[in-house]
Each structure stands twice: as structure tokens, then as C-alpha cells.
């Protein structure tokens, strides 16, 4: 049994590594997060010691090394701007870190992170679960079988969001990375994992809500367009009471995928604790793109930009 600290309890994501640590069977010591609205601990580990300033947590993670009870992992479920210190604080006490996406907003983060990796002996895992995905793990195999084709994708991805997201943390471009890292991510990264590498990226739309563009990857020509916002949904979408729409489609084929995730996140931490995880260098593809995006110019899409271009006039 490992044990674990948890920061960023009471965000979305962090049910899910609740739920993993307890179904690989290890045990959470602590955790922190500056909100106090985890009730959700309750149902995963009620005797964890829970923290809503960072140096209590710390210091009370000092005080159980000084009793001989160690902290393997630290779970990472914070602000993404917050993930490369939280990362820091994990190795510098002797803990490897699993975190959520994105790793970190910019590829020189990764980078520091490296020299501490080889300053502490510890490792950091980013959870990539997309690639863990049978369906997805299926298009590989099918890519990998046709050496030297190149595929049109279109990768269409709203999820619609309210007012609350622009006053949120994710809703400033500094603590997030806009829309293309917070709801983008994860695609680009099994985009890349699939396709091979970048030859090309380029802006066609950049908002605080949207953004769309083209990916030239080594293997694939990738319109892609993400939306926050519910009115660039259809009207039939909406008429079927939906809030969100995802589509990739491979040379007109779509891929279908919406199943099989509810235990993504427990089959990542399986592999992490085999010594299996996704580490720093499979993290930089994605955020190397995302980063490029931020500091692009918009230009004009001619006869590459998505069909949901229109949508935003």
C-alpha cells in the first residue's frame, strides 16, 4: 500500500484520482485545497487529514516523515498554473508526481522539472488517459499498419460553459492557458501520439471563448475548432437538449469514442505504479503546440479552415 497526498481536492477532476487511489488499493494521507467544499472525501477516505492553506499541509506532511511515515505520491488536481510548483514541492519531499493535464503551461517549465527529476530521484507522470483508451489504442494500430499515408482529420470539440467559467481561474489566459490548453490539451496530445510529430501549426481564430486552426502532423492534415460557448452549438444539438458536441472524423469516418472512460483514470494510476506513467518527455509534444498557439498570429484559413469557422460570423 503507497500513500498518498492530494492537492486540489476540491476541483472537477480530483473524484476521479480519489476514486483511483482507493481502487488500487493504497491510502490518502492528506490533502489541500484553499476551498472547503470536499464532503466527496467522505466516500473515498474520511480519515485523510485535510488542509485549506498549503503550509499546514506542508508542515503536517513533516511532521509524519519525522514519525517514519513517508508520502509516495503526490496527486496533483490544482489550477494549471499552479502544477509546476506543486510538481517541485512533491519531489523536493521525496514523492513522485502524478498530475492532471496540462502538465504545465510552457515547454521551459518542463525543462526545470527535468534537472529537479535528476536533483531528487523522483519521477513525474502526466495522466494522458486518451491514450489508454481501447478505441484510440485501435487507430494507432490501424495508423501504424499504413506507413507513409497521410490523413484528413477534422476534430470538432464544444463543451459548452457558463458565465462563472470567464470570472473562474480558467477564464484568465495566465492561470489556464485559454481555451486551447484547458479544453484542447488531451487532443492534441493523442493527435501527436497517433500521427507523429508537428510540421505546421497555425492560428485561424483566436477568442477568450474559441479558437480554431490547422495542425500539420507528420501523418495528418488536422482542422481543429474548441468552443466554451453554447451558441456556437447546432440547432439540433440543442434542440436535443445537449450542451456538448465532440467529432473526430479520419477521412470522413468518424471515430467514435464517447465510451469507455469511466475508468481511464484508474487503469493511468495502475500503470504509474507498475512505473509505466507518461512522463515529461510524452507531455511535450501537446504543450509545446498549445504554447505556440498563445503567441500566434491569426491567419487567414483559405481553404483549410474548419467548417465550423462559419459559426463565429
Known amino acids: 500500500m503507497k500513500n498518498f497526498a492530494l492537492l486540489g481536492v476540491a476541483g472537477y477532476i480530483a473524484p476521479r484520482h480519489l476514486e483511483a487511489i482507493k481502487a488500487t488499493g493504497n491510502n490518502l494521507i492528506a490533502a489541500y ?53 506543486h510538481i517541485r514541492s512533491a519531489l523536493r519531499r521525496g514523492a513522485d508526481a502524478i498530475c ?37 489504442i485501435e ?19 464544444i463543451t459548452s460553459r457558463g458565465n462563472w467559467y470567464h470570472y473562474s481561474w480558467k477564464g484568465d489566459i495566465s492561470k489556464s492557458g485559454g481555451v486551447a490548453t484547458n479544453i484542447g490539451i488531451h487532443f492534441f496530445d493523442m493527435l501527436s501520439w497517433i500521427f507523429g510529430g508537428v510540421k505546421s501549426n497555425i492560428l485561424h481564430y483566436s477568442g477568450k ?50 465510451g469507455g472512460f469511466t475508468d481511464l483514470h484508474i487503469k493511468s494510476y495502475e500503470e504509474v505504479l507498475k512505473g509505466n506513467g507518461f512522463g515529461l518527455e510524452e507531455a511535450r509534444p501537446s504543450i509545446e503546440v498549445v504554447h505556440e498557439l498563445r503567441g500566434a498570429q491569426v491567419q487567414s484559413p483559405r481553404d483549410m479552415g474548419h467548417p465550423f469557422l462559419n459559426r463565429l460570423k
Open 33 to 85: 485545497d484553499k476551498f472547503d467544499s470536499v464532503g466527496i472525501m467522505d466516500s473515498y477516505f474520511p480519515n485523510a487529514d485535510f488542509f485549506t492553506e498549503f503550509e499546514r499541509f506542508d508542515r503536517h506532511l513533516e511532521k509524519l516523515k519525522y514519525k517514519g511515515q513517508d508520502i509516495d505520491y503526490f496527486s496533483i488536481c490544482t489550477p494549471n498554473y499552479l502544477h509546476d510548483a
Open 209 to 258: 471563448d474559441a479558437m480554431s486552426g490547422y495542425l500539420e502532423l507528420e501523418n495528418a492534415n488536422v482542422r481543429w475548432f474548441l468552443s466554451i460557448n453554447y451558441d456556437h452549438l447546432s440547432e439540433q444539438i440543442k434542440a436535443e437538449g445537449k450542451r456538448t458536441y465532440r467529432s473526430i472524423t479520419v477521412d470522413g469516418e468518424e471515430i467514435e469514442f464517447s
Open 139 to 157: 487507430l494507432k494500430k490501424k495508423v501504424e499498419a499504413n506507413p507513409g499515408k497521410k490523413y484528413d482529420i477534422d476534430l470538432s470539440y
Open 100 to 136: 492532471e493535464k496540462p502538465l504545465v503551461l510552457n515547454p521551459w517549465n518542463l525543462d526545470a522539472l527535468k534537472h529537479i527529476e535528476k536533483e531528487t530521484g523522483r519521477k513525474v507522470y502526466n495522466i494522458l488517459q486518451l491514450r489508454l483508451h481501447k478505441d484510440i
